[in-house]
Structures are given as structure tokens and as C-alpha cells.
């Protein structure tokens, strides 16, 4: 019952804080480069406290949070996709100008995330995800001098808000039926209860599906992402486009799998359907794409879609296979952003792909580092994406969802179509008509990212096992209640 149960949130909440003081006082050279350090240094110490306290299952304030494998496990991984969004927002003018507000709004949306993670009731669950989203809204809009910022801004507000009332409303919903809001005691109240019997239940699950689809940018809740990810700083795009749609499967994970897993057959068909859409929609819309970022977010969607394959599935092995997907998904989107952060330094276009033209030539480090990324993205053997879709995909099939993993096998086909144009344009493109006109020195912290990025790609494939392990430990945890 202690609050150290808590302590990733209250680590990361507290380095937050740090870090906008250290933005605000002390020399000129401190203040820029001292809130990235003071974050570095809280990311660190949270991933140390989920490795130390990995086995334990502690509940604070009442249960309502909870610390368990499947808490640290996303722990980890947002700790890891906040750390990367620092080191990528180390030279962009934003950040630059700004480095204490987005340090310290990279980090209160992390806690937030946790938060999510950790949930062991409706109102921290909610709590969380607000924490998470109002931060984000302002780092979409950080960069106030260029309109497609604060257009981004704008629209994920807008979008964001009714997505969250939506969510809110089907939580409210969900606690009038049960008359709880503690999750593992909603979930031994619908033990005994049917979505048929109780209308209020199935509003509930349709209105939490559409308001986590909107976070999870899954089809047809999709329509901001492209906007957004191509406006937003390069840097809060990636970080959104990993630990963002984490943090939202933390939540499906935690309501679908955890509370409602025994009610799977009434609730399976409806995310079956959104599934099948963000496939056919995200890698349709991301063929004719020309700007790597909206390519990028038309991709986020068709992904979103093979992990909810998993949450259809409704079973210890659908789960295992999200968490598995999401931490090598995490490893292979990275990669992929390093590839925009680095040309983006050079030209003013750089996230077009004719500024990519030749750019794999010019520099085949970053070309093998965004090839690997694309491979795996689109599935590849034997890297992390194709495991992670044979285990989605497989644990659909137990399920008799044949059919949803049939479109999903066709969606990985189809987006070859997009993931090749673009290793295409990088190694083949003739840079004398579409490519840059200069080359400046590759920022390393950037570099070394996107390079343990693919490093993690080809190790999560080769050697699969020890991740499998910890996704089956995370899983378990989470159906344990």
C-alpha cells in the first residue's frame, strides 16, 4: 500500500520539475544542455527501479496503482521512447529555445503514461491519459513560428478532446453498470454478469474502444494522425509515434485483456473490425504518400492495426504478442525517425522523400540504419517485425480469426509497396535532380540512436526468445489481476 509502488511516475513527475528549473535558472550553456541531462538521468533511474523491482507486485493509494511485470515492462519502454525524443530534440530549434518546457513536457506526459500502465482503477486510468495527452498538445505546438506546428497543435487538441470525452463517457458508463471503480473489482462483477443483460456494458466497451481508437490512431479515428505527425516537431513525432500508441495498448491491454477477458466474445468482433480497418486504411492512404512523416503516420495506423489483431484475440498469447510487437516496434520506428531528424538538419524539406534521393549513397550508415527499420516495419524475416507479426497473426488463427490474419498478411504485403519506394528513392534516387544540395556533420547522440535502433531490430529477431519470455512473464502478470 506504500507509494513506492508508485515511484516510476513520482521519479519521472520529480525529474520533470527539475528539469524546468534548470531551465530557468543559472548560466546561459547550463540552461540549454542542463535539462536534457537532469531528464537523461530520471529516465535512467525509472528503468532501473522496473529492472530491481521486476518480480514484485506492489498496489498504491488503495489499489489505485499497481507495479507489476506488466507496469515496469511499459515502464521501460516509455522511459526508453522519452530518452530518445530528448536525444532528438537536442538540435531542434524548438527544444533549443525552449529546453526546459520540453524536457519537462516529454516528461509529464511519460508519467502520465505510466500512470496508464500502472492503473488500477477508472479514475487514475483516466488521469493518466489526460496527463499524457495535455502535454503532448503542447509540444505540438512548440515550434509557434511555423503554422503547420500550431496547425498540428490545433487539430490534436481538438481531436484529443473528444476523443478523451468519449473515453470518459464510456468509463462513466462502465462504472454505473458495475458500480465500482476499481478494475480487478469490475472484472469479478462481470464475471457473474452479460453484456446482453446489461446495455449499459456494451455502450461502455463501444464507446472506450472508439475513445482509446482516437489515442491508439486506429482506423476510422485515424484522420489526425497524418496532420499531426507531419506538422509536430520531428522529434515529438517519434516520440508519439511510439510511446503514445504504447501507452494507449497499456490501456486496451488493461481494460480488454485484464478486466473484461472473460466477457472476450462479446466485445472480440468490434475490435476485430477496427483492426481489419487501420489495416486496409493506414497501407492504402501510406502508397501515395510523398512525405516521409505522413508515410510515417499512414504506417502508424496499418501498425496500430496488426496490435489490436492481438487484442482481438483476447488470450494470454494475443497479449504476449502486443507486448512483444511493442517493444520492437518501439526499436524500429525510432530507426526510422533518425532517418528524418538527421535530413531534416541539412535541408528545409528534409522529411520529403526527393530530399532523400541518393541519400543512402551519401551516407550508407544512416541508409543501412533506415533500411533495416523499413524491413522490419513491413515485416521481414528475420528481423523483429516478422516475429512480431507471426505472433500476432498466429494467436488470431488459435482464435478462429483466420480471416483477420489473412488481411493482416495482405496489409504487410501491400505496404512493400510504400516501405520499398522509399529504400528506392534512398539508394537508387538520382540526387542531381531530387536530392540535397549539402551535407553537414550527423549529430551522434542522433546517430547512435537510430543505430541501437537497428542494432535492436536484427538482435530481437535473431535471438526472440528472452523478449517472448518477458512479454509471456508481463502477460501473465496482467490476466493475474
Request: proline share 3%; net charge negative.
Amino acid at each position: 500500500m506504500s507509494l513506492g509502488a508508485a515511484l516510476n511516475p513520482i521519479i519521472v513527475a520529480a525529474t520533470a520539475c527539475l528539469a524546468l528549473l534548470a531551465g530557468l535558472i543559472g548560466p546561459r550553456t547550463f540552461r540549454r544542455v542542463g535539462p536534457t541531462w537532469i531528464g537523461l538521468a530520471g529516465l535512467v533511474a525509472s528503468v532501473v527501479v522496473s529492472v530491481l523491482w521486476w518480480g514484485n507486485r506492489v498496489e498504491a493509494l488503495d489499489g489505485a496503482y499497481r507495479a507489476d511485470q506488466f507496469t515496469h515492462l511499459f515502464n521501460i519502454i516509455f522511459a526508453v521512447c522519452a530518452a530518445a525524443a530528448l536525444i532528438y530534440g537536442i538540435r531542434e530549434s524548438a527544444a533549443v529555445d525552449r529546453r526546459g518546457e520540453f524536457v519537462t513536457l516529454v516528461l509529464s506526459s511519460t508519467a502520465g503514461m505510466m500512470l496508464v500502465a500502472g492503473a488500477g482503477d477508472l479514475i487514475t486510468l483516466f488521469l493518466g491519459i489526460e496527463i499524457l495527452s495535455v502535454a503532448l498538445y503542447v509540444l505540438c505546438a512548440l515550434e509557434v513560428w511555423r503554422e503547420r506546428s500550431l496547425e498540428a497543435g490545433l487539430k490534436y487538441l481538438i481531436v484529443g478532446a473528444v476523443g478523451s470525452s468519449i473515453f470518459l463517457y464510456g468509463l462513466a458508463l462502465l462504472f454505473g453498470a458495475t458500480g465500482t471503480v476499481n478494475l480487478t473489482e469490475i472484472g469479478d462483477k462481470l464475471m457473474v454478469a452479460s453484456f446482453t443483460d446489461e446495455p449499459l456494458l456494451l455502450a461502455a466497451s463501444a464507446l472506450i474502444i472508439v475513445g482509446l481508437g482516437f489515442k491508439a490512431s486506429a482506423a476510422p479515428f485515424h484522420m489526425w494522425t497524418p496532420d499531426v505527425y507531419e506538422g509536430a516537431p520531428t522529434s515529438v513525432t517519434a516520440f508519439m509515434a511510439t510511446a503514445t500508441k504504447a501507452a494507449a495498448f497499456a490501456a486496451f491491454l488493461r481494460i480488454y485483456a485484464g478486466v473484461l477477458f472473460d466477457m472476450v466474445g462479446e466485445w472480440q468482433l468490434a475490435i476485430a473490425v477496427v483492426a481489419a480497418a487501420s489495416v486496409i486504411v493506414g497501407n492504402l492512404a501510406a502508397l501515395v504518400q510523398t512525405n516521409l512523416k505522413r508515410l510515417l503516420a499512414f504506417s502508424s495506423v496499418a501498425q496500430a492495426g496488426y496490435l489490436l489483431i492481438g487484442v482481438a484475440a483476447g488470450t494470454i498469447q494475443g497479449g504476449e504478442a502486443v507486448l512483444y510487437y511493442l517493444m520492437a516496434y518501439a526499436a524500429m520506428t525510432l530507426a526510422a525517425f533518425s532517418l528524418v531528424i538527421i535530413r531534416e538538419r541539412e535541408v528545409e524539406d528534409g522529411d520529403e522523400l526527393s530530399a532523400l534521393a541518393g541519400y543512402g549513397r551519401a551516407r550508407p550508415v544512416v541508409g543501412v540504419i533506415a533500411t533495416l527499420a523499413m524491413l522490419s516495419l513491413a515485416g521481414f524475416p528475420p528481423l523483429a517485425g516478422f516475429i512480431g507479426k507471426f505472433m500476432l497473426f498466429g494467436a488470431a488463427v488459435e482464435q478462429d480469426l483466420t480471416w483477420l490474419a489473412v488481411i493482416g498478411a495482405v496489409g504487410s504485403v501491400v505496404s512493400l509497396g510504400y516501405y520499398l519506394r522509399v529504400l528506392r528513392v534512398m539508394w537508387f534516387g538520382d540526387p542531381g535532380t531530387q536530392g540535397p544540395s549539402r551535407l553537414l556533420p550527423m549529430p551522434a547522440p542522433v546517430l547512435g540512436i537510430g543505430a541501437l535502433g537497428a542494432v535492436a531490430v536484427v538482435a530481437f529477431g535473431i535471438a526472440a526468445s528472452p523478449l517472448v519470455d518477458v512479454a509471456r512473464e508481463a502477460a501473465t502478470a496482467l490476466l493475474a489481476g
